[in-house]
């Protein structure tokens, strides 16, 4: 079975700081995502990478940046995380033309 | 960027009877792949069924169908033979080949009742 694996559930972090989440696949797949859930608006794309240290934005990619140094791991930085971005975040990994498995989710919590 | 939309609002439904969640999508491209998923009230998104842009004929997955109008852009869920464990937000998804962006529409909730 994949997996798909994200650090935290749960996460408390406070207004300035930089935050990181780690998210860590096991089945080879070339392509990782990030996403944003929030009540009534779905799930927003934050950004995508297709490839070691390739990376695209998506939709609503201010306030955050991304690493993906190897394969299994692709990583999203709130570089100084503000109060609006408290959420839901979840992470996702498929090989190309197939479907995404995600991980379980970290909501984060901004104080 | 393309555009997924998911307009009903949350839906009760009777046990054991069917179920349809619309979902129309807008994109430029002849090569992309819808998707549906759930997300049952414990956060895990559950694939549920595919259907590719070329694909001829509609999906099918056990009691999940795609109802896939190409001309009409639209991709929409039945579930047949609801149960309680149906109880779940739905969400569409469409994947442009090209640009291989994943991108999901805001969901429908639905609820079945005994």
């Known amino acids: 079975d994949v997996k798909v694996t994200q650090s935290s559930r749960y996460l408390v972090k406070r207004t300035g700081e930089k935050v990181f ?14 996403y944003r859930q929030d009540p009534g ?7 995508f990478s297709y490839d070691v240290k390739m990376k ?6 201010e306030g955050y940046s991304v690493s993906r140094e190897k394969k ?40 | 960027a393309q555009k997924i939309t998911q307009t009903q609002p949350g839906m009760f439904v009777q046990e054991k009877e069917a179920v349809t969640l619309d979902c129309t999508y807008d994109t430029s491209d002849q090569s992309y792949g819808l998707f549906w998923y759930k997300q049952p009230s414990s956060g895990e998104m559950i694939f549920l ?12 997955e056990g009691r999940y169908s795609l109802n896939f109008q190409k001309a009409r852009k639209s991709a929409n869920l039945v579930i047949s033979a609801s149960q309680l464990g149906d109880s779940a937000m739905y969400f569409c998804a469409m994947r442009e080949w090209g640009n291989n962006r994943l991108a999901f529409g805001k969901g429908n909730q639905v609820v079945v009742i005994p």
């Not at chain 1, 989440?21 to 990030?34: K, R, S, T, Y």
């Not at chain 1, 608006?41 to 950004?47: A, D, E, P």
């Open chain 1, 21 to 34: 989440l780690e998210c860590v696949q096991d089945m080879d797949h070339e392509n990782m995502f990030w």
């Open chain 1, 72 to 111: 299994e791991r692709f990583s999203l930085i709130l570089e100084s995380a503000s109060t609006n971005q408290t959420s839901m975040y979840l992470c996702a990994s498929s090989l190309f033309r197939t479907e995404a498995f995600f991980g379980q989710g970290t909501r984060l919590t901004v104080v």
């Open chain 2, 49 to 60: 069924i595919y259907q590719g842009s070329y694909d001829e004929q509609n999906a099918t």
């Open chain 1, 41 to 47: 608006l779905g799930l927003r794309l934050i950004y």
């Open chain 1, 56 to 61: 695209e934005k998506g939709d609503i990619p």
